[in-house]
């Protein structure tokens, strides 16, 4: 077994700025992913990376980065936040890019004041 | 593109019922692979039960089946003899053999009542 660690649990933050989300996991899996989930709006990939290093957009990477430096962490960052914008951004990771049997953390909360 | 759509905002059963939960998806690809994930009260996500497109016969884990219709591009999930605990919001999601990462659909919310 293993579990993913998103911290912190809840983020809130002043518009314009600059906010870094983490996720790490020991499962040792290669591929690590950034989804969003807004009220009502289901689930949408910001980022993924397929192993360490690489990097990939999702449909949603505008307004983000990301950074997989180990394999294990996996970070996000909002390059400018949203004034009023309000969503749970889920970490997941999965044994390789074809194994779509997905784990996921349990969110970071983002409030932007 | 691939989209998912699940048109069922909401569904409330008596325990110890069968539910069935609707999901269609677009996609022109020829193989492509839907799941079924349950996100619980406390905003955990679980994987529940997988479909490949190639094969025919509807995938079944413990009291979660699958109704695939391939011609009607529909891959709706039954839970039978319901428990509280599957009150939850059950996600439909897809991914064909190019793209990385799922598309997921909007979800239903099941409750289930005793």
């Known amino acids: 077994g293993g579990i993913i660690t998103q911290t912190p649990k809840f983020l809130i933050g002043q518009e314009g700025q600059k906010l870094t989300l983490k996720c790490q996991q020991n499962f040792n899996h290669d591929t690590m992913y950034w989804y969003r989930q807004d009220s009502g709006k289901g689930l949408r990939l910001i980022y993924y990376?397929?192993?360490?290093?690489?990097?990939q957009k999702g449909d949603l990477s505008e307004g983000y980065d990301a950074s997989r430096e180990k394999k294990s962490s996996f970070s996000l960052t909002v390059t400018s936040a949203q004034k009023n914008e309000m969503a749970v951004f889920l970490c997941a990771s999965s044994m390789d890019s074809t194994n779509e049997r997905l784990f996921f953390g349990h969110g970071t909360k983002l409030s932007v004041l | 593109a691939q989209k998912v759509t699940q048109t069922q905002t909401s569904i409330s059963v008596v325990e110890k019922t069968t539910v069935t939960m609707d999901c269609v998806y677009e996609t022109r690809d020829s193989s492509y692979f839907l799941f079924w994930y349950k996100q619980t009260a406390s905003g955990e996500i679980v994987f529940l039960i997988r479909q490949d497109s190639y094969k025919k016969e509807n995938a079944t884990v413990g009291h979660y089946s699958l109704n695939f219709q391939k011609p009607k591009s529909s891959i709706g999930l039954i839970i039978t003899a319901t428990q509280i605990e599957d009150s939850a919001v059950y996600f439909c999601?897809?991914?064909?053999?190019?793209?990385?990462?799922?598309?997921f659909g909007l979800g239903t919310r099941v409750s289930v009542f005793p």
């Open positions: 990376s397929i192993t360490e290093n690489d990097l």
């Open positions: 999601a897809m991914r064909n053999n190019y793209a990385q990462g799922l598309t």
